[in-house]
Nanobody, 123 residues
Framework: QVQLVESGGGLVQPGGSLRLSCAAS????????MAWYRQAPGKQRELVAG???????NYADSVKGRFTISRDNAKNTMDLQMNNLKPEDTAVYYC?????????????????WGQGTQVTVSS
């Protein structure tokens, strides 16, 4: 199993910055793609940014140029630097990863989620 723990959420004024972190731990063969998702009240969960084990990144159009995703493969951590935050960025942010584990002699891929961290952008 893989445990993902997020940190760094909070309340910030519009135009401010926050940095979210996610730490992975547990028993696994490898962690492949990692990503940040968010879910605002009454809305579906959406992809914010993703990063492969090789460092390739992708971003939602709404955060391009403002958010930066990064990861440290040696430490199994992932960060999301969020700048110029807007009220519409208010949501619970979730860490996600695809990890492979040995299961009965087979190397299988599973998706894991963190518990979420609240980000509120308000004056």
């Amino acid at each position: 199993q893989v445990q993902l723990v997020e940190s760094g959420g909070g309340l910030v004024q519009p135009g401010g910055s926050l940095r979210l972190s996610c730490a992975a731990s547990g028993s696994y063969f490898s962690i492949n793609a990692m990503a940040w998702y968010r879910q605002a009240p009454g809305k579906q969960r959406e992809l914010v940014a993703g990063i492969t084990s090789g460092g390739s990144t992708n971003y939602a159009d709404s955060v391009k140029g403002r958010f930066t995703i990064s990861r440290d493969n040696a430490k199994n951590t992932m960060d999301l630097q969020m700048n110029n935050l807007k009220p519409e960025d208010t949501a619970v942010y979730y860490c996600n990863c695809d990890a492979t584990r040995w299961v009965v002699g087979l190397l299988l891929s599973f998706a894991y989620w963190g518990q979420g961290t609240q980000v509120t952008v308000s004056s």
